[in-house]
């Protein structure tokens, strides 16, 4: 399964974009979702994810509080919302559907090791 993330650019500090994500996944509805990113010269990390039904999300410390993730079931996409970006959240983010047996706090907890499909990444490039 391809996912497809879109909506990276170059944007200044305090600015803010959203991320898209669409994912062709038959069973979308019931599999948690996640974004990750990864810098250059840095491991790819956890950056939030959100249950099936949307109940539950979860942000890596970094970015609580100027990040948020939601999910529209109706269209297979989940979304990124990034507020107060800063030059340190540059990175390609990459979105990531969970495998079945993991939910969206596996995807915080052990990261890649919950991940069924990933999405190619999309650059986002916060200048100062």
């Not at 803010?16 to 509805?29: E, G, K, N, Q």
């Not at 942000?59 to 990124?80: E, H, I, P, Q």
């Not at 499909?117 to 100062?128: A, D, H, N, P, R």
């Amino acid at each position: 399964v391809q996912l497809q993330a879109s909506g990276g650019g170059l944007v200044q500090a305090g600015g803010s974009l959203r991320l898209s994500c669409a994912a062709p996944i038959r069973t979308f509805s019931s599999v948690a979702m996640g974004w990750f990113r990864q810098a250059p010269g840095k491991e790819r990390e956890f950056v939030a994810s959100i249950s099936a039904s949307a109940g539950s999300s979860y942000y890596a410390d970094s970015v609580k509080g100027r990040f948020t993730v939601s999910r529209d079931n109706a269209k297979n996409t989940v979304y990124l919302q990034m507020n107060s970006l800063k030059p340190e959240d540059t990175a390609s983010y990459y979105c990531a559907s969970a495998r079945s047996q993991y939910g969206a706090q596996h995807m915080s907890d052990i990261a890649g090791r919950s991940v069924s499909s990933w999405g190619q990444g999309t650059l986002v490039t916060v200048s100062s």
